[in-house]
């Protein structure tokens, strides 16, 4: 079987290239990179084992220009612009960069499109989850952005092809959470707002098996669904977990959350904060306000059996050991 990653230097196409590299039904893992450089060194860094099998191609969104690759058999695209200074960022990447990469795939092979539960925002007012039946209300130009992708390439008559709507993901190898685990060292621990936050969550390990179950009993009649691992946490839950899995005891100081927004609004002039807290940018800052960003992993469920089996404790603890062996806590 030949698969094709993209996104492969990020976290989840890290993740899913690693699996593929090991997995005995592969025969070549094909990834086009912005840098193959980075790529190398990373898989160094995780002594890959089963390297012999990928074929590296220096290629970039919106103009992927992969070369003559001949059929594959999966496509899974993660590459995405998540943390953009622009709208046309969002825009250029992760709408013109899917549908050229889809252009250019011969015999339509079955394909992930990694979209993002951003593209349908938060749950609504007054439910417990939000449901593929619920509008589509993305609040931040990544999520119109997300949102903008799945219909594109619908309607360029696409056939194949599944968008799974992630939530927060989470797992070792996972940049994001580096600031969570640095904030738990010391003994106070801010969060947003007062009200807690609650959130669907999965684990990276999880999302890949959801990923392998799609391709093995995903079926055209569920284009677009939610996954997650199990149960719905809370922005309290994610910091003591992390504080317990270091060892670390704390005081929660909820920071109103007016005093976020001139620094989200900074964030988007003052190059020198934006990439110290990449995730406050303004536009990525309306997704903090909402206290309530729960999905519904049931159509995925019974579409293909599939379930996430990840817990918090265990996920957050192997995050925290990738990150003490890079030496980044
Ligand atoms: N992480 C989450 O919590 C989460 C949740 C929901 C959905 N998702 C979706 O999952 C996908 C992967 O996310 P991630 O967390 O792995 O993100 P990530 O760690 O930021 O990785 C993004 C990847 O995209 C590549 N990329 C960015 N711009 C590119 C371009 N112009 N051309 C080619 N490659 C480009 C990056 O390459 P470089 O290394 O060269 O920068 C990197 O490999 C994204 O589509 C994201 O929207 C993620």
């Known amino acids: 079987m030949r698969i094709l990653v993209t996104g492969a230097t990020g976290f989840i196409g890290r993740t899913l290239v690693l699996r593929a590299l090991r997995d005995e039904r592969v025969t070549e893992v094909i990834v086009p990179v912005r840098s193959p450089d980075k790529l190398r060194e990373q898989l160094a860094r995780e002594s890959a084992t089963g390297t012999r099998k990928l074929r590296v191609i220096k290629a970039a969104a919106p103009a992927w220009e992969l070369g003559d690759i001949g059929p594959v058999d999966r496509v899974v695209h993660c590459a995405g612009v998540l943390f953009g200074r622009t709208r046309e960022e969002y825009f250029r990447v992760n709408v013109d960069g899917t549908l050229d990469l889809l252009r250019q795939l011969s015999g339509s092979p079955r394909t992930i499109v990694l979209s993002s539960q951003s593209a349908g925002g938060p749950t609504p007012a007054g439910h417990h989850v939000k449901t593929l039946e ?26 194949g092809i599944f968008f799974l709507r992630a939530p927060m993901v989470l797992g070792p190898g996972d940049q994001a959470t580096l600031p969570l685990f640095r904030m738990v060292r010391g003994k106070i621990w801010t969060k947003p707002g007062r009200e807690l936050k609650h959130f669907s969550w999965v684990s990276s390990d999880d999302l890949a098996d959801a990923i392998d179950a799609w391709f093995e009993r995903g079926s055209d009649d569920l284009p677009v669904a939610h996954v997650t691992s199990p149960g719905t946490i809370t922005d309290a839950d994610l910091m003591l977990t992390a504080g317990k899995v270091s060892g670390k005891k704390g005081a929660l100081l909820p920071v109103p959350q007016m005093l976020l927004k001139p620094v989200a609004f900074a964030s988007k002039f003052i190059p020198a904060i934006g990439e110290k807290v990449p995730s406050l940018t303004a536009d990525r800052a309306r997704e903090i306000w909402p206290n309530r960003w729960v999905i519904d992993p049931d159509p995925f469920h019974a579409a293909t059996g599939w379930r996430g089996q990840a817990t918090l404790e265990d996920t957050l603890a192997r995050t925290l050991a990738w990150f003490r062996r890079e030496g980044l806590v």
Not at 135 to 157: N, Q, T
């Open 134 to 159: 619920h509008p589509d209300r993305p609040l931040s130009w990544y999520g119109e952005s997300k949102l903008h992708m799945e219909r594109a390439v619908r309607e360029a008559g696409h056939r």
